[in-house]
């Protein structure tokens, strides 16, 4: 063997040699010396956990449906029905300016029918309503100038206790009409009774003649009357046209309901002194009262 080989073979075996001891002294390195693996704690927040799991459980709402609102309709008021009556004097201002009757024309005396307008509006309404059930009105005066009705007052034959002051009165004014005993049943009938506290006004099943009427109250037969209280009108039929009959002092009136002012008879006096008119009809307040059936 050649001496090159010989040192290549003597280099081997030492190079085997150092790597065998290497490995041996590793091997035996005591457990102090030897490297662990030490675990790390992860810290694991229980809050963001929770959250995290809240997250994940907490499922996605679906849109909610908004309901439609029902409507309720606002129920529709049934008016009560109204009525227009008069039984209480004029108090308004006096209104100027003459018309004509187209109902009654002219006086039984060939006279123009004159007055307000207001006042032959609601003359000819109620003269045309007893047209339509066959009575005829036939007028004796209807509007007076000053001197003529100072004459009535200051003559003999009328005088104070039938005609008024000029300055007083309700045909100078143009609002009063004197009738004829012709259509005086039908104008003074009582139809209906006004309750001055409740504002009602209430039909009678049937009219009734204001004479009988009276004589049911003197007899105390007043089962299908006006009921017997100071508060309670018995309406005659000329008040449902707002023209209420010269039976009392019309600005102070007594109780409609007392007998001798339903008869109207110029036999009896006003307390003023002066007869009652049963033919006289004159402007009155209108007053506005519901209908109770």
Not at 23 to 44: H, M, R, Y
């Amino acid at each position: 063997m050649n001496p090159e080989k010989r040192i290549i073979i003597s280099i081997k075996f030492l190079v085997i040699a150092l790597l065998s001891a290497v490995l041996t002294s590793g091997c035996s390195q005591p457990d102090s010396e030897k490297a662990f693996l030490i675990p790390v704690e992860i810290a694991i927040d229980e809050n963001n956990e929770n959250e995290a799991l809240t997250e994940q459980a907490t499922p996605i709402a679906s849109p909610t449906a908004i309901p439609t609102p029902t409507i309720t309709p606002t129920p529709t008021e049934i008016p009560i029905p109204t009525i227009s009556i008069g039984y209480m004097g004029f108090s308004g201002e006096r209104p100027t300016g003459l018309v004509i009757s187209e109902c009654s024309p002219l006086t039984i005396y060939d006279k123009d029918v004159e007055g307000v307008q207001e006042h032959i509006d609601r003359y000819d309404e109620m003269c045309r309503a007893a047209e339509s059930e066959g009575v005829i009105f036939e007028v004796r005066s209807a509007f007076r100038n000053y001197y003529d009705q100072l004459d009535y007052y200051t003559s003999d034959r009328f005088g104070p206790s039938v005609a008024s002051h000029p300055d007083e009165s309700m045909h100078v004014a143009g609002m009063a009409i004197d009738l004829t005993a012709n259509s005086k049943i039908w104008t003074h009938e009582i139809v209906g009774c006004y309750d001055e506290e409740a504002n009602n006004f209430t039909y009678l099943q049937e009219p009734i003649d204001h004479l009988a009427y009276a004589v049911k109250v003197r007899n105390e037969e007043v089962s299908d009357l006006c009921q017997q209280s100071v508060t309670v009108v018995p309406i005659k039929r000329s008040m449902l046209f707002g023209l209420t009959p010269g039976c009392t002092v019309l600005t102070e009136p007594e109780w409609w309901g007392d007998p001798e002012v339903i008869e109207c008879s110029s036999a009896t006096l006003k307390p003023n002194g002066m007869i009652r008119e049963d033919w006289h009809f004159e402007n009155a307040d209108l007053i506005s009262a519901f209908i109770v059936k």
